[in-house]
């Protein structure tokens, strides 16, 4: 799949807690790194689940990516 990233086309929002016990802040980067016209948002202070426990900041950052 990691070799597909390249052929999306669209504008891409990545949003990551760096805290993610899951998922480490490392995919994302590498995500952000191979797809064109990607933003990585990292919100500090969050972990798996940013929507839930830092929802502001969540909106911030989709709101700013479509502005």
């Known amino acids: ?3 597909r990233l390249g052929e999306i ?3 891409t929002l990545l ?3 760096r805290n ?5 802040l490392s995919a994302s980067e590498e ?3 191979l797809i064109p016209n990607a933003k990585l948002v ?5 972990g798996h689940v940013p929507v ?3 929802p502001d900041q969540v909106v911030d950052a989709i709101e700013d ?3």
């Open 52 to 54: 839930i426990t830092r």
């Open 1 to 3: 799949m990691q070799d």
């Open 15 to 17: 949003i990551h807690g």
């Open 9 to 11: 086309v669209q504008p």
């Open 31 to 33: 995500m952000s790194r």
């Open 42 to 46: 990292v919100i500090e202070d969050a």
């Open 20 to 24: 993610d016990a899951i998922t480490p």
């Open 65 to 67: 990516f479509f502005a």
